[in-house]
């Protein structure tokens, strides 16, 4: 089993940044493709960014595209999401999500995920 815990939330204005931690404990965590998803006040949780087991291959969604960067450092069992000029729009609930193994089965999708973090909250203020 996978535990994992989100951090780094917060209130920020727009244009800011923030950088958000995910540690994985309970197994190997390098055996594990992760992803970023996240949700907004009534509607459905999005694809936000995914990243291989070795970092090598790393995709995100059109909306953070050029804004926001996914990584991981599997020394530490971490994956990051760092989010750079903030819109009032990413406003969400942020979750960390993993694979049950190295590789996507369908990375954008949340099915493709057993594992999940609590999440942590995004405020982006205008």
């Known amino acids: 089993q996978l535990q994992l815990v989100e951090s780094g939330g917060g209130l920020v204005q727009t244009g800011g940044s923030l950088r958000l931690s995910c540690a994985a404990s309970g197994r190997t965590f390098s055996n594990n493709a992760m992803g970023w998803f996240r949700q907004a006040p009534g509607k459905e949780r999005i694809f936000v960014a995914a990243?291989?087991?070795?970092?090598?291959?790393?995709y995100h969604a059109d909306s953070v595209k050029g804004r926001f960067t996914i990584s991981r450092d599997n020394a530490k069992n971490t994956v990051y999401l760092q989010m750079n000029s903030l819109k009032p729009e990413d406003t969400a609930v942020y979750y960390c999500?993993?694979?049950?193994?190295?590789?996507?089965?369908?990375?954008?999708?949340?099915?493709?995920?057993?594992?999940w973090g609590q999440g942590t909250q995004v405020t982006v203020s205008s």
């Open positions: 999500a993993a694979s049950a193994s190295r590789y996507f089965t369908n990375y954008g999708n949340t099915a493709g995920y057993p594992y």
């Open positions: 990243i291989s087991w070795s970092g090598g291959i790393t």
